[in-house]
């Protein structure tokens, strides 16, 4: 006998439920025709499912452990293909709604998005900053379809993909005592007056990286902005931390600035993207799949300060 898939959905939400009622209201369906998909599916597979006791609901034996993640297996690769073959009768479109962690996304996505709309122009793609604490919320609460963030501490609820690791690099002026070198150690950096980017997370790890010197530093001017940091850099009242460097580095404040990488450390931050487990939108993969050659690129290698060797 065979199992209709409608007859698998039901199955499947009783055991998600634990309910015969309450995946008929999940359904939207009488409590029946779930009692019914049960019988079916016990009558085809040939065996015990579930233990059903009217008090508390309904249970999957081993045998129904086994069928329940072969049938979710099922119905999550046929609901992928069904949305694939949509997208591809229609072509690629609708929104796309990007969460990104300010200080470091805008140095790359925009370029990212202007090839994707540059191939599918009937796409349309909303943005908003936040910090990752921010912007993984917002995946959850599904304001947003993806998100851009540094995935030390990630959310296990959300699937993630990393793009890039970024070691920490420090930013100073051409012509300070320190520019002059290929490389700059902490030790070197705690001495000279400093610069922190200050928003959530990024003070944290900057701030773990100055003390591990052992040695008292003096912090003169913080901002939440990296272009104000650059533009503080550049003035030179002091030296900075930053781990995403623009694709060139203009003059800053009528000086130019310098990247050198940080000797005897391996700090630096893991850049992902975070979206929820499942199925993906077409969509959603052509926009990963776009970051991830981005990054495989020369374009996103010119962004990163390679770690001191």
């Not at 997208?87 to 998005?113: H, K, R, V, W």
């Not at 970024?166 to 705690?190: D, F, K, M, N, R």
Request: glycine share 8%.
């Amino acid at each position: 006998m065979a199992l209709s898939l409608r007859a698998m959905r039901y199955l499947q939400a009783a055991l998600q439920q634990g309910s015969i009622t309450a995946a008929a209201e999940a359904m939207h369906v009488a409590p029946s025709a779930i009692a019914s998909a049960l019988n079916q599916a016990e009558d085809a597979f040939g065996m015990a499912l579930v233990t059903r006791a009217r008090a508390k609901g309904v249970f999957p034996t081993s045998a129904g452990r086994d069928v329940q993640r072969r049938i979710d297996d099922l119905l999550e690769r046929y609901d992928a293909l069904l949305a694939d073959v949509s997208d591809l009768q229609s072509g690629l479109s609708g929104t796309l709604a990007i969460g990104f962690n300010a200080p470091i996304a805008p140095a790359f996505l925009p370029e990212i998005c202007a090839t994707l709309l540059a191939v599918h122009p009937e796409v349309t793609l909303s943005f908003s900053e936040g910090d990752n604490a921010s912007v993984q919320k917002g995946l959850l609460d599904g304001q947003f379809d993806v998100i851009i963030f540094v995935s030390e501490l990630p959310n296990p609820q959300i699937a993630t993909q990393p793009l890039i690791f970024a070691p920490t690099y420090c930013l100073c002026p051409v012509g300070h005592p320190i520019s002059a070198g290929e490389a700059v150690s902490v030790s070197q950096i705690v001495r000279e007056p400093l610069i922190l980017l200050d928003r959530p997370a990024a003070r944290g790890y900057y701030m773990d990286l100055l003390e591990q010197s052992g040695e008292e530093f003096r912090i003169v001017a913080t901002a939440n902005s990296t272009e104000m940091v650059r533009s503080l850099v550049a003035t030179g009242i002091g030296v900075s931390l930053l781990n995403m460097r623009p694709r060139e580095v203009p003059p800053y404040a009528g000086r130019e600035i310098r990247c050198l990488p940080v000797s005897g450390t391996s700090s630096g931050v893991t850049l992902s993207l975070g979206y929820a487990p499942g199925p993906k939108r077409r969509l959603l993969q052509t926009f990963i799949d776009e970051c991830t050659a981005f990054w495989d690129g020369p374009d996103g290698a010119a962004l990163i300060v390679p770690k001191d060797s």
